[in-house]
């Protein structure tokens, strides 16, 4: 069992910058794939970003591809998401995820979820 808690969100202007973090429960941390989704009012939760467990191998929606940047500290058991030169779009709830296995972006195959966290990019 993994518990998730993110932090770090917040208000932001348009084309500044935030770093998401992510703290996990657990003695398994580094076999678990991580994943960052985001969901905005009335749509539906959709994927950022991922990293393997070893944190190798990451992977980006082309919405944020150049962007945004995940990284994990295993021994921390941290994962975090640096998030630069934000636009409104960027705006929404943003939830860490864990699941056992290879990466995918369909967000039903993550088995454990934080409670997110609010960011919003505004003027």
């Known amino acids: 069992q993994v518990q998730l808690v993110e932090s770090g969100g917040g208000l932001e202007h348009p084309g500044g910058s935030v770093r998401l973090s992510c703290a996990a429960s657990?003695?398994?941390?580094?076999?678990?794939?991580m994943g960052w989704f985001r969901q905005a009012p009335g749509k539906e939760r959709e994927f950022v970003s991922a990293?393997?467990?070893?944190?190798?191998?990451?992977y980006y929606a082309n919405s944020v591809k150049g962007r945004f940047t995940i990284s994990r500290d295993n021994a921390k058991n941290m994962v975090y998401l640096q998030m630069n030169s934000l636009k409104p779009e960027d705006t929404a709830v943003y939830y860490c995820?864990?699941?056992?296995?290879?990466?995918?972006?369909?967000?039903?195959?993550?088995?454990?979820w934080g409670q997110g966290t609010q960011v919003t990019v505004s003027s």
């Open positions: 995820a864990a699941r056992q296995g290879q990466f995918i972006v369909t967000a039903r195959g993550y088995d454990y």
């Open positions: 657990g003695r398994t941390f580094s076999s678990y794939t």
């Open positions: 990293i393997s467990t070893s944190g190798r191998n990451t």
